[in-house]
């Protein structure tokens, strides 16, 4: 059995709740917990559902994109991404203030992090990674026991009398930190005393530290963030992270604290300036798309779940707070489903009254998928996506980017079909840019002037060797959308491909099918083949999109 987290609290389920919303909800706990894999009898023994719910659960979730089924296998798929974006797009806090953390992590080359409360926890909202080997590093959406970390105490400065008790309850209860699979096992156990004077300590200092609470080596440096418009409440709290073979504790408090003040002097600048945020736009038309994909699929789509997580995406950037009516009309369900929705969030933590008659999304919304996903990488990305292309064209799809020379391209992902014939090519494999479709797309993105081509060596009798008919070409290539090269690499293989793009419309990579000549013309390769390497390429950058709104998403 699992250990008892803070979700499964003994509360009744009120009435009006939608069981199958909790129990998704359940089944995505699960899989975040796991690390993003999980089989579906892993998920029936560690949620308890039949495995009949299991599987309907994990086809609805699939069906909205935010699991892949892979075999038996459920696995994390970056759209589920959306629910904790919707979390940190409506808290505001990593749009104002992330770039900030990173030029800190940039200027003292040790990590940066800012995490907010989260009950008797701490949440991290935005990472600034520089780890280096030997410690653990935290990911956005991961939580840690307050009293384990450098923020606990400062954020413990403004608990509650009640909030005091029920941490005094989960020490009791929770003696060895189960409750909180990203830190490991509490080893010694240390007086709850000890957390309360360091937080009487935090007040009167303004600052914490973490002198290896979490593990030996790691310590951290810690100054909250305060904002001014909440009457001065801490919004979140910034830290530094560093290892005792590059600083003490003590060192680090007399060497970075004083950089990290002035930093957070500058954030809590920027929250006082801000301008009120504009409501975002919300996804139209998810009613009627539930809908759809119960005529299709049947027993097999639970829309009631579907329904319940589409009431999630509906908070965003200057729709941090919204009411029923708010609810409903975002999401076009009715009032009474909206309504059961949130009451079924109230009762999971997820969800919380604010003001008079709003609700707003809680940091918990971050354990649904988003640790997992949040160090994806593009290849990882693309490839779910080109294997499904290459099942469907019978040829090898792949990833490609340019190198830092801007002469090669490399692979990154790739999906070979099982043909004899097939293209000979590997991850890692570098080609010249200017004879290949991958690096032709690469290069029609780049201004003229900024296009390393070097030297334009024929390869085969066909091969472009003339810059002013390269350029051309290029120019040609990025006004259709498509390259296609014709046994200008080798002889007999035909290559067509097109950009990957990231949120800001700039081509990070390019997708490619690849095959021999002799199986399909130039025209029948433009007809049949690259509609569905378009189709593919805007699934990836769609995926790319959710991915990297908040989270930093390598592509290579
Ligand atoms: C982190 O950002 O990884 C971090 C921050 C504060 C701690 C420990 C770790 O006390």
Same mark, same amino acid.
């Given at each position: 059995?699992?250990?008892?987290?803070?979700?499964?609290?003994?509360?009744?389920?009120?009435?009006?709740?939608?069981?199958?919303?909790?129990?998704?909800?359940?089944?995505?706990?699960?899989?975040?917990?796991?690390?993003?894999?999980?089989?579906?009898?892993?998920?029936?023994?560690?949620?308890?559902?039949?495995?009949?719910?299991?599987?309907?659960?994990?086809?609805?979730?699939?069906?909205?994109?935010?699991?892949?089924?892979?075999?038996?296998?459920?696995?994390?798929?970056?759209?589920?991404?959306?629910?904790?974006?919707?979390?940190?797009?409506?808290?505001?806090?990593?749009?104002?203030?992330?770039?900030?953390?990173?030029?800190?992590?940039?200027?003292?080359?040790?990590?940066?992090?800012?995490?907010?409360?989260?009950?008797?926890?701490?949440?991290?909202?935005?990472?600034?990674?520089?780890?280096?080997?030997?410690?653990?590093?935290?990911?956005?959406?991961?939580?840690?026991?307050?009293?384990?970390?450098?923020?606990?105490?400062?954020?413990?400065?403004?608990?509650?009398?009640?909030?005091?008790?029920?941490?005094?309850?989960?020490?009791?209860?929770?003696?060895?930190?189960?409750?909180?699979?990203?830190?490991?096992?509490?080893?010694?156990?240390?007086?709850?005393?000890?957390?309360?004077?360091?937080?009487?300590?935090?007040?009167?200092?303004?600052?914490?530290?973490?002198?290896?609470?979490?593990?030996?080596?790691?310590?951290?440096?810690?100054?909250?963030?305060?904002?001014?418009?909440?009457?001065?409440?801490?919004?979140?709290?910034?830290?530094?992270?560093?290892?005792?073979?590059?600083?003490?504790?003590?060192?680090?408090?007399?060497?970075?604290?004083?950089?990290?003040?002035?930093?957070?002097?500058?954030?809590?600048?920027?929250?006082?300036?801000?301008?009120?945020?504009?409501?975002?736009?919300?996804?139209?038309?998810?009613?009627?798309?539930?809908?759809?994909?119960?005529?299709?699929?049947?027993?097999?789509?639970?829309?009631?779940?579907?329904?319940?997580?589409?009431?999630?995406?509906?908070?965003?950037?200057?729709?941090?707070?919204?009411?029923?009516?708010?609810?409903?009309?975002?999401?076009?369900?009715?009032?009474?489903?909206?309504?059961?929705?949130?009451?079924?969030?109230?009762?999971?933590?997820?969800?919380?009254?604010?003001?008079?008659?709003?609700?707003?999304?809680?940091?918990?919304?971050?354990?649904?998928?988003?640790?997992?996903?949040?160090?994806?990488?593009?290849?990882?990305?693309?490839?779910?996506?080109?294997?499904?292309?290459?099942?469907?064209?019978?040829?090898?799809?792949?990833?490609?980017?340019?190198?830092?020379?801007?002469?090669?391209?490399?692979?990154?992902?790739? @999906? /070979?079909?099982?043909? &004899?014939?097939?293209?000979?090519?590997? +991850?890692?494999?570098? %080609?010249? !840019?200017? #004879?290949?479709?991958?690096?032709?797309?690469?290069?029609?993105?780049?201004?003229?002037?900024?296009?390393?081509?070097?030297?334009?060596?024929?390869?085969?009798?066909?091969?472009?060797?003339?810059?002013?008919?390269?350029?051309?070409?290029?120019?040609?290539?990025?006004?259709?959308?498509?390259?296609?090269?014709?046994?200008?690499?080798?002889?007999?293989?035909?290559?067509?491909?097109?950009?990957?793009?990231?949120?800001?419309?700039?081509?990070?990579?390019?997708?490619?099918?690849?095959?021999? @000549? /002799?199986?399909?013309? &130039?025209?029948?390769?433009?007809?049949? +083949?690259?509609?569905? %390497?378009? !189709?593919? #390429?805007?699934?990836?950058?769609?995926?790319?999109?959710?991915?990297?709104?908040?989270?930093?998403?390598?592509?290579?």
């Amino acid at each position: 059995m699992p250990a008892k987290t803070t979700l499964d609290d003994d509360r009744a389920v009120p009435a009006e709740a939608v069981t199958p919303l909790i129990r998704g909800v359940a089944v995505l706990r699960r899989l975040t917990e796991a690390g993003g894999t999980v089989s579906a009898s892993g998920l029936e023994r560690s949620t308890g559902l039949a495995r009949s719910t299991v599987d309907r659960i994990a086809s609805t979730l699939a069906r909205m994109g935010y699991v892949r089924l892979d075999g038996r296998d459920v696995v994390l798929a970056p759209r589920v991404m959306e629910l904790g974006n919707a979390y940190l797009a409506s808290l505001g806090l990593p749009a104002l203030l992330a770039s900030h953390a990173d030029a800190l992590a940039d200027e003292l080359d040790e990590s940066v992090s800012l995490a907010v409360a989260d009950r008797d926890g701490i949440r991290f909202i935005h990472q600034a990674t520089r780890r280096r080997a030997m410690s653990l590093s935290f990911r956005i959406g991961d939580l840690l026991p307050a009293e384990r970390t450098a923020p606990g105490p400062l954020f413990a400065t403004e608990w509650t009398d009640a909030q005091w008790r029920a941490w005094h309850e989960r020490r009791a209860a929770d003696p060895e930190d189960r409750g909180f699979p990203a830190v490991p096992p509490r080893e010694h156990t240390s007086p709850d005393e000890d957390f309360e004077r360091r937080a009487q300590r935090a007040r009167k200092d303004g600052w914490a530290l973490d002198d290896q609470l979490i593990e030996p080596g790691l310590v951290a440096v810690s100054v909250p963030v305060r904002d001014p418009r909440a009457g001065g409440r801490i919004a979140c709290v910034a830290s530094v992270v560093s290892h005792t073979s590059r600083h003490t504790a003590a060192n680090l408090r007399d060497t970075l604290l004083p950089r990290l003040r002035t930093a957070v002097a500058e954030m809590e600048r920027v929250l006082r300036e801000a301008p009120e945020p504009q409501p975002g736009r919300v996804p139209a038309g998810l009613a009627t798309w539930t809908g759809a994909s119960k005529q299709e699929l049947g027993r097999e789509f639970v829309e009631s779940l579907a329904r319940g997580l589409t009431v999630l995406t509906a908070f965003g950037a200057g729709r941090a707070e919204l009411t029923l009516t708010d609810v409903a009309r975002a999401t076009g369900l009715s009032r009474a489903t909206a309504r059961r929705a949130l009451i079924t969030y109230d009762h999971l933590g997820l969800v919380r009254q604010s003001g008079t008659r709003g609700f707003a999304l809680t940091p918990r919304v971050l354990s649904l998928g988003f640790p997992p996903l949040s160090r994806t990488t593009l290849a990882q990305i693309a490839t779910p996506h080109l294997a499904e292309l290459a099942g469907r064209v019978h040829e090898s799809a792949s990833l490609a980017v340019l190198t830092p020379s801007g002469e090669e391209i490399q692979y990154t992902a790739r @999906a /070979a079909t099982s043909r &004899v014939m097939s293209v000979n090519v590997t +991850v890692g494999t570098r %080609l010249p !840019a200017y #004879a290949t479709s991958l690096g032709r797309v690469l290069l029609a993105d780049l201004p003229e002037d900024g296009r390393q081509l070097g030297e334009l060596r024929p390869l085969t009798s066909r091969t472009t060797t003339d810059p002013a008919t390269l350029a051309a070409e290029l120019e040609e290539i990025r006004a259709r959308g498509y390259a296609l090269v014709d046994e200008e690499l080798e002889e007999g293989l035909r290559s067509i491909a097109v950009p990957v793009r990231d949120r800001a419309g700039r081509v990070v990579a390019a997708a490619n099918v690849a095959m021999h @000549a /002799a199986r399909r013309s &130039v025209r029948e390769c433009v007809r049949d +083949v690259l509609p569905e %390497l378009t !189709a593919t #390429a805007e699934r990836i950058t769609a995926d790319l999109g959710v991915a990297g709104r908040f989270a930093r998403v390598s592509v290579v």
